[in-house]
């Protein structure tokens, strides 16, 4: 926990942030593995889901259970700034992910007497934005909330940017290994002049993994990691 790490308006971005992928894109998943929350009332209320009926998009509300316990994670390019291509502003998805946890979108649709069940919506900017807000967390863990000389990412993790693609992205190919756990989220420290944080998703899935590149670590700080081998 990350005390008084941001004051109350930037706090209030964040959170909506985390509402739209972990509450709204990810709340019947998450139940459904049992990940942590620290809001545990909330998974046994109903939540709103989309349909479609005979044309017509409805909403219905459901227990997780009888939700579509679906995960879809984007695909995006490398970050601009690791890869130098050009760039302008916003993130490009290039393909997606997608783990079905149990009942199939069809069984779930005819469950609730459906042609078919909505995905739940959510913004390829949105969700990168939130990979950078932990690969931030991670790094401030890791080193300080004063190490930095440059955050490069708090500008679009508040919104106050159009600039993601520039610092989040996912690379090449696929490092962490697949584990057999209940955690959502694996990561590690990369030792560059950029401090970059690599994230995996769902590593019993074998989900996604992103890169982000968080800012410059002031030289201090990065020669005590460095001497005490705690980078990486």
């Known amino acids: 926990m990350l005390l008084e790490a941001s004051c109350d308006r930037h706090a209030k971005v964040t959170s909506a942030l985390e509402k739209r992928i972990l509450k709204d894109m990810l709340f019947a998943a998450r139940a459904a593995l049992d990940t942590r929350t620290r809001h545990p009332k909330e998974r046994t209320k109903p939540h709103s889901m989309l349909v479609e009926r005979a044309g017509q998009i409805e909403k219905v509300d459901a227990v997780w259970q009888d939700h579509w316990k679906v995960i879809q994670l984007p695909i995006f390019p490398l970050p601009a700034s690791i890869d130098g291509r050009p760039y302008a502003s916003g993130i490009e998805c290039t393909s997606m992910d997608i783990f079905e946890l149990g009942e199939r979108g069809e069984e779930i649709a005819k469950r609730h007497q459906a ?118």
């Open 115 to 232: 042609d078919r069940v909505i995905p739940p919506k959510y913004r390829a900017e949105d969700f990168a934005r939130f990979i950078a807000k932990m690969a931030y967390g991670y790094a401030i863990e890791r080193y300080d909330l004063n190490a930095f000389e440059t955050v490069y990412v708090l500008p679009t993790i508040l919104g106050e940017s159009d600039d993601v693609g520039r610092w989040v992205g996912c690379p090449d190919r696929r490092e962490f290994p697949v584990r057999q756990c209940n955690i959502s989220v694996g990561f590690k420290i990369v030792p560059r002049d950029d401090l970059v944080v690599r994230i995996k998703m769902f590593p019993q899935f074998d989900g996604a993994e992103y890169v982000a590149v968080v800012g410059r670590v002031k030289t201090v700080y990065r020669d005590y990691f460095d001497a005490r081998g705690e980078q990486g």
